[in-house]
């Protein structure tokens, strides 16, 4: 049976996260008066990116178009997440783990970089 007190617990603990996912959103969407996806392509664009590569160093910088790359790779499974069987969910998990501790690593390099 799938209705019992742990998978409620797993719902409840879901529901939670989303619920934080959600509220950043919205406080990110406050902040600049855009929609998140609108702010997504904002900062994507090819003149931003440009500019970012004058900026900052080149190193910084190429591992910063590897995470983009490795993000739009990863488009299509973040937008057909219900259908992912679970090995898959597990795996896409993995590697947004991954780019988010890279892209971490390349934020504290940016703020150790523009306090020179």
Sequence with gaps: MVLNLES???YTNLLKVLSEIIDNMADVEKKYGKKIDEIAKELLMPDNILELSKKVPPDIFNRFISI???LSILANKTSNLLQLMPDEKKNLA????SITEDMLGILNELENYTKK
């Design 94 to 97: 993995k590697e947004l783990k």
């Design 68 to 70: 983009l790359l490795r």
């Design 8 to 10: 409620l617990r797993i």
